[in-house]
């Protein structure tokens, strides 16, 4: 099958209820004063095959160019990987978004022993199953282009154990894990604990504003159809419908503080608009 298409990644300001500089976007970003419009501070334009998370870091790294570097990220889930958000952390940005959970046999039948029930001791490089056996083998691997560490248990420990059907179905009969480095996986592992608490979904459903930009793109600008055919000129007319969007944002938060406005034509306000932005 082929898809002549493309897809857009808008991302605004917003502001949290605990006064944290925050931005969304279809992905969630940037420093917003209370009271201030939302404004749309970067859009990326892809290919429509293009998976969202390899938009992230380039959308990111765009944010802090510009000084619009947000505290708090939110992002649906198709944006985030275990070292997007650890790398986002060292530049001082929390992504606020959902992360994929364990994708072992365990932890989808939810039976036996996934990652979470193994105590891990990195300064002696050893893991400890439930059961009390410990490791046997720690490699540090390259996996996909990653780090990685591989773990394994001995197969006189893991076949005579009494939980070795609940824990592995390997044909030798030992159990393997694959780990990510340390740094990695202490934020994942804290981030997968954190988004199971009330508190964290209240704070993520900030970013279900964004969705509304999008529906006033598509509405107000027509950004649903290209105009055009070929990437460079289609997001040219992304960033158009942008900063068409702005403009009406602007215009309507300016007028909101203007009292006692005699009645103007929508292309009055935009005229005058225009001026001021000129000036």
């Not at 275990?82 to 530049?91: C, I, N, S």
């Not at 824990?167 to 996986?185: D, S």
């Not at 068409?244 to 006692?260: C, G, K, M």
Request: glycine share 8%; aromatic share 6%; net charge positive.
């Amino acid at each position: 099958m082929f898809w002549c298409g493309y897809k857009v990644h808008l991302t605004e300001t917003c502001d949290n209820d605990n006064g944290t500089d925050g931005a969304g976007g279809t992905d969630g970003t940037a420093p917003a004063a209370a009271g201030a419009p939302h404004l749309i501070t970067d859009v990326a334009t892809t290919a429509s095959t293009a998976p969202d998370v390899t938009a992230t870091a380039a959308i990111q790294h765009r944010l802090a160019e510009r000084q619009v570097k947000p505290g708090e990220h939110y992002l649906d889930s198709g944006y985030p990987s275990a070292d997007l958000v650890t790398d986002a952390a060292r530049d001082g940005i929390t992504m606020i978004t959902p992360l994929l959970g364990d994708h072992s046999r365990q932890a989808r039948e939810a039976e036996g022993f996934d990652k979470a029930a193994f105590r891990i001791d990195w300064n002696t490089r050893q893991v400890t199953c439930p059961e009390g056996s410990t490791s046997t083998g720690w490699y540090p691997v390259q996996q996909h282009g990653r780090d990685a560490i591989v773990i394994a248990f001995a197969g006189g420990d893991c076949r005579p154990c009494p939980s070795r059907e609940r824990c592995t179905a390997a044909v030798r009969g030992n159990r393997m894990l694959t780990l990510r480095p340390r740094e990695v996986h202490e934020h994942v592992t804290a981030a997968r604990a954190e988004q199971k608490s009330d508190t964290w979904q209240a704070k993520y459903a900030l970013r279900a504003g964004v969705e509304g930009t999008i529906n006033q793109a598509l509405d107000v600008t027509g950004m649903r159809r290209a105009r055009y055919r070929g990437l460079p000129k289609v997001t040219l007319q992304h960033a158009f419908s942008a900063t068409a969007i702005n403009i009406i944002r602007l215009d309507a938060h300016w007028a909101s503080r203007q009292p006692h406005r005699t009645r103007r034509s929508w292309t009055s306000r935009l005229s005058r608009l225009v001026y001021q932005l000129a000036a």
